[in-house]
């Protein structure tokens, strides 16, 4: 059974950090790209930032510079620092995970992150 597991959410001041985790079981870690993706309600869900299996990296322009996304295939877990926050990544963040063989999509449950000014 494929669990995506997604912690580290939280309230947090506008400046702030947070770190979010992605646990993953039940596939084949290095061969998915993961991805991190958030939705507020009544919008669509949009891509924030995605590694591929090989660790090559994309933001979305509202990202870059202050989140970090990486992986550790050790323990199958991706990660994604959040660095000066700003209220509009206030959102639900989820965790995908996409095979690349067969385009299998995987989504995680989300956790909140809301950012107060």
């Known amino acids: 059974q494929v669990q995506l597991v997604e912690s580290g959410g939280g309230l947090v001041q506008a400046g702030g950090s947070l770190r979010l985790s992605c646990a993953a079981s039940?596939?084949?870690?290095?061969?998915?790209?993961m991805g991190w993706y958030r939705q507020v309600p009544g919008n669509q869900r949009e891509l924030v930032a995605r590694?591929?299996?090989?660790?090559?990296?994309n933001y979305a322009d509202s990202v870059r510079g202050r989140f970090t996304i990486s992986r550790d295939y050790a323990k199958n877990t991706m990660f994604l620092q959040m660095n000066s926050l700003k209220s509009e990544d206030t959102a639900v963040y989820h965790c995908?995970?996409?095979?690349?063989?067969?385009?299998?999509?995987?989504w995680g449950q989300g956790t909140q992150v809301t950012v107060s000014s």
């Open positions: 039940g596939i084949m870690f290095i061969r998915n790209d």
């Open positions: 590694i591929s299996s090989g660790g090559t990296t």
């Open positions: 995908n995970a996409k095979h690349r063989g067969n385009g299998v999509d995987y």
